[in-house]
Structures are given as C-alpha cells and as structure tokens.
C-alpha cells in the first residue's frame, strides 16, 4: 500500500501543473526588507537597529551637493540677534559695567558745558 502511494505521489509530481482559463496568476513584488519587532511581556519592541539604518540618508544623497534649504529652516539658521532675540553678549555690551549690578545702562558722565570765552583745549 505505502508503495503504491509513493508511486502515485511521484506520478502526480511529474505530471506538468496546467492552469485553466479561470485560473489567474498574481505575481507580487519582493517585499521589502523590514523590521522585525519582538514580542516581550504583552509590549511591543521594534528592533532599533532596522530602525537606524532605515533613518540613515541614501549613499547617493551624502555624495552630492547639499540640499537647498527653505525659507524657514534658512530663518532657523540665522543668529539670535538677527532674529531679534535674546542674545547675552549683545546684552553685556549695551549695559556696560552695569550688568548684573542695575537694571539702568552704563552711560558716559555728562561733559561739562564749554565757555565761549575760553578757547578749547
């Protein structure tokens, strides 16, 4: 009996597979290779390193030239004080050897008036 099996197993295998005119063939593309995530105590936990290398920019991109930057990340880029933000050493300048001693900036002692009589020095 198991000979007989095996026999007609292996007639079955060298028969050709024939698709009828009902039969449809879905050929779909390779998958792409992705993250496994692990399964620990009910959490889910993907696998960083997948995930760092999926982050990492293409080979061709790092070879080129930069890319242009937009309008706003150029904004980002700028300096503080062009921004008008707060800027200590900017802050430091203004108010002299007054800061963190007043809240009145350091100003030059006022000249003395000049006689218009006597001639200047």
């Known amino acids: 009996m198991a000979r007989l099996l095996s026999l007609l197993l292996l007639a079955c295998a060298a028969l050709p597979a024939q698709a009828d005119e009902h039969t449809v063939v879905v050929k779909a593309a390779a998958p792409q290779k ?5 399964d620990a105590n009910g959490r889910r936990a993907p696998s960083m390193s997948c995930l760092n290398e ?11 030239p930069p890319p242009a930057l937009s309008g706003a990340e150029a904004t980002v880029q700028r300096p503080s004080n062009q921004l008008g933000l707060y800027n200590r050493a900017a802050l430091e300048h203004r108010m002299g050897n007054a800061f963190g001693k007043s809240v009145t900036p350091q100003r030059p002692p006022v000249p003395a008036p000049a006689s218009p009589l006597l001639p200047a020095r």
Request: hydrophobic share 30%; with cysteine.
């Open 54 to 64: 999926k982050l990492l920019p293409n080979s061709n991109t790092m070879n080129g």
């Open 34 to 38: 992705g993250c496994v995530e692990a």
